[in-house]
T-cell receptor
Framework: DSGVTQTPKHLITATGQRVTLRCSPRSGDLSVYWYQQSLDQGLQFLIHYYNGEERAKGNILERFSAQQFPDLHSELNLSSLELGDSALYFC????????????FGPGTRLTVT | DAKTTQPNSMESNEEEPVHLPCNHSTISGTDYIHWYRQLPSQGPEYVIHGLTSNVNNRMASLAIAEDRKSSTLILHRATLRDAAVYYCIPNSGNTPLVFGKGTRLSVIA
């Protein structure tokens, strides 16, 4: 158990809908990262927050947004969902800024039908 | 980001040492070498990282070549639980971690 929690574990929704994925980092960790893992693309970095501020952005679609709240939990919002958004979404946390090691949550499996 | 080359797959017998190689010939002087692994149906798991000298922790050892163009992750006694995809990631901390395809390690009982 990494200490990072993600909810929900599974999510099934229809195209065009909007969902919110939630991540609670390990106690004391200030950095939160979001990744997407699909079969054809592998593990792709989406976005990094540090103590409430956005620090880095990867290939995150404009339909996707994230934020980190004062209690350090983070949410990833996915809107206008498409079939291709079906994937595993992982959240990771680290105590500070890179290159500190990242601890990953168990992931949220999103299925868009 | 430095390009990495890892074998697609490797096989090991249980309780034997495993040496997982990684070539990163374009590594920069400030890049740490990180290793993560991903067990089936789980999120990636940090294994070890180092800069220049060899590193040991409870999970593994990391041997870094003197010219830093390659490194080897050493699992001293493979167990069935070590079957996973292992990712070698050079990274300075100024850019996000880039996970390539990694090496899929199979452990045979």
């Amino acid at each position: 158990d990494s200490g990072v929690t993600q909810t929900p574990k599974h999510l099934i929704t229809a195209t065009g809908q909007r969902v919110t994925l939630r991540c609670s980092p390990r106690s004391g960790d200030l950095s939160v990262y979001w990744y997407q893992q699909s079969l054809d693309q592998g593990l792709q970095f989406l976005i990094h927050y540090y103590n409430g501020e956005e620090r880095a952005k990867g290939n995150i679609l404009e339909r996707f947004s994230a934020q980190q709240f004062p209690d350090l939990h983070s949410e990833l919002n996915l809107s206008s969902l498409e079939l291709g958004d079906s994937a595993l979404y992982f959240c990771a946390s680290s105590v500070g800024l890179p290159p500190y090691e990242q601890y990953f949550g168990p992931g949220t499996r999103l299925t868009v039908t | 980001d430095a390009k990495t080359t890892q074998p697609n797959s490797m096989e090991s017998n249980e309780e034997e040492p495993v040496h997982l190689p990684c070539n990163h010939s374009t590594i920069s002087g400030t890049d740490y070498i990180h290793w993560y692994r991903q067990l089936p149906s789980q999120g990636p798991e940090y294994v070890i990282h180092g800069l220049t000298s060899n590193v040991n922790n409870r999970m593994a050892s990391l041997a870094i070549a003197e010219d830093r163009k390659s490194s080897t992750l050493i699992l001293h006694r493979a167990t069935l639980r070590d079957a996973a995809v292992y990712y070698c990631i050079p990274n300075s901390g100024n850019t996000p971690l880039v996970f390539g395809k990694g090496t899929r390690l199979s452990v045979i009982a």
